[in-house]
């Protein structure tokens, strides 16, 4: 299962420099769109339930091909890092914004913060994607019983 999931995201990684190739990602709730499906199909392979909660009032800003690719890329680290460190069954996802920023929350229900020790290069690359959004991410207990992942970043 580690090494289809592993396949998994390296087939995605090949679908964005595909995507990039092509032009203009599209806007905000496509991009998000696109994020779930691939979310959807990751977890259901991996055996994790998906609770996708996204607000019915969400801009929809074009994105440029940066922004998506940075969103994407948060958001797969983020589940790869419950794949394979949580021991997580299920995850949610929260989807808001106000006053023209974007609140992403990436939470999953397993073994918490601290568990397989201290942030790697992905949580690293996770921060450097932010900073490049102009945003802040931050990771806390979640309510749910693991790990929270908090992603704030201006709307274009």
Do not use: C, F, M, T
């Given at each position: 299962p580690e090494v289809a999931d592993q396949a998994r995201a390296l087939l995605a990684d090949l679908r964005d420099v595909v995507t990039r190739s092509r032009g203009t990602p599209g806007s905000l709730l496509d991009v998000l769109g696109g994020i779930r499906a691939e979310a959807e199909q990751r977890l259901r392979a991996t055996g994790?339930?998906?609770?996708?909660?996204?607000?019915?009032?969400?801009?929809?800003p074009e994105l440029d091909q940066g922004?998506?690719?940075?969103?994407?890329?948060?958001?797969?680290?983020?589940?790869?890092?419950?794949?394979?460190?949580?021991?997580?069954?299920?995850v949610r996802v929260r989807i808001a914004a106000s006053a023209a920023q974007l609140r992403l929350e990436i939470s999953d229900d397993g073994v918490g913060l601290g568990a397989s020790g201290s942030g790697g290069s992905g949580t690293a690359g996770m921060a450097a994607r932010a900073r490049a959004l102009d945003g802040e991410i931050s990771w806390r207990p979640a309510s749910i019983g693991g790990t929270k992942v908090l992603l704030n970043v201006p709307l274009p």
């Open positions: 994790h339930r998906l609770d996708w909660q996204q607000a019915a009032d969400l801009p929809d922004h998506a690719l940075h969103l994407h890329r948060i958001v797969r680290e983020a589940l790869s890092n419950i794949v394979h460190h949580a021991q997580a069954s299920g």
